[in-house]
């Protein structure tokens, strides 16, 4: 906050510092993995610069005077589309070829063509629709923290979609919610809203089974709290995120930090229940 004359003017963020914060968290341990890894350093340099503008987005969609979102994206989506441009420039700046491509053909696209992807993303959402993914998440984001009930998207229901949007999960995390809790609860974070929910332990997140001979669990020495959660019955696996291990990880960073996991799922049959923004 400064002060000029009789005002007190809010510098760029600073109003917004609570619900900011899950953007900033984000950012910061992006660009602290980006320098010191050597494998995921070019995956989390974009991803870094893709957080910071979905973050400004998500900025103006709070700091808009006068206005809270609606619900409905197709009404919405006036006020919310000169937002979005920002997201397409950054990532024909920053993005690899072929994104890099498609958000420039997007940017001199007919007026009716990103609108028409992000209303078919909004009823049917993909994890390889990339740009719909991306541009909708702060959104989407914003719609849960208002807690303003969805319209035009079906819910799926039951626990492996998410409550508030029914959205896939991008991750599982382990956290402490107890001081005393020694192995952590479970909770999936949400690929839409960005959101969480708690989720039993020892459950496929994609298909629900809970034989334990059917459930696998790998990592690597490289990724100490990281681990692939695998189900032999639907083949599909999910990341995990052990906060109780590594208190100070973000996970949905880390979860892209970790990418060298993916290619060893991949390799081993398994496919992974939601794509994350960097197309693994
Ligand atoms: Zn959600
Ligand atoms: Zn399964």
Same mark, same amino acid.
């Given at each position: 906050m400064i002060v000029s004359g009789y005002r007190l003017i809010?510098?760029?963020?600073?109003?917004n510092d609570t619900m900011s914060n899950?953007?900033?968290?984000?950012?910061?341990?992006?660009?602290?993995?980006?320098?010191?890894?050597?494998?995921?350093?070019?995956?989390?340099?974009?991803?870094?610069q893709l957080l910071r503008a979905q973050a400004e987005f998500y900025d103006s969609l709070r700091s808009r005077k006068n206005w809270l979102p609606s619900g409905d994206?197709?009404?919405?989506?006036?006020?919310?589309?000169?937002s979005m441009t920002a997201i397409l420039e950054s990532v024909a700046r920053h993005g690899p070829t072929s994104l890099a491509e498609e958000a420039q053909t997007l940017l001199t696209s007919e007026p009716?063509?990103?609108?028409?992807? !992000?209303?078919?993303?909004?009823?049917?959402?993909?994890?390889?629709?990339?740009?719909?993914?991306?541009?909708?998440?702060?959104?989407?984001?914003?719609?849960?923290?208002?807690?303003?009930? !969805?319209?035009?998207?079906?819910?799926?229901?039951?626990?492996?979609?998410?409550?508030?949007?029914?959205?896939?999960?991008?991750?599982?995390? /382990?956290?402490?919610?107890?001081?005393?809790?020694?192995?952590?609860?479970?909770?999936?974070l949400c690929a839409t809203c960005l959101n969480s929910w708690e989720f039993r332990r020892v459950v496929c997140a994609n298909c629900g089974e809970e034989?334990?001979?059917? /459930?696998?669990?790998?990592?690597?020495?490289?990724?100490?709290?990281?681990?692939?959660?695998?189900?032999?019955?639907?083949?599909?696996?999910?990341?995990?995120?052990?906060?109780?291990?590594?208190?100070?990880?973000?996970? !949905?960073?880390d979860e892209i930090y970790a990418a060298p996991l993916d290619l060893w799922a991949r390799e081993h049959g398994y496919t992974k229940i939601e794509l994350n923004l960097v197309g693994l």
């Open positions: 809010p510098q760029a963020g600073e109003a899950f953007w900033n968290k984000q950012i910061e341990r992006a660009d602290y993995l980006a320098a010191e890894s050597s494998g995921s350093k070019e995956l989390l340099t974009f991803y870094a994206l197709e009404t919405d989506l006036p006020v919310v589309r000169p009716d063509t990103l609108p028409d992807a !992000l209303s078919e993303y909004w009823r049917n959402p993909s994890d390889t629709q990339f740009f719909a993914k991306a541009l909708l998440q702060p959104y989407a984001r914003w719609l849960a923290e208002t807690s303003t009930p !969805l319209a035009g998207r079906e819910l799926a229901g039951g626990e492996r979609t998410c409550p508030f949007c029914g959205g896939r999960p991008q991750l599982s995390f /382990l956290q402490a919610r107890e001081s005393n809790a020694e192995s952590g609860n479970r909770d999936l034989r334990p001979v059917k /459930l696998g669990y790998f990592h690597s020495p490289e990724f100490d709290h990281v681990r692939i959660e695998a189900c032999d019955s639907c083949q599909h696996y999910i990341k995990g995120i052990d906060l109780t291990r590594l208190g100070w990880a973000v996970p !949905l960073v």
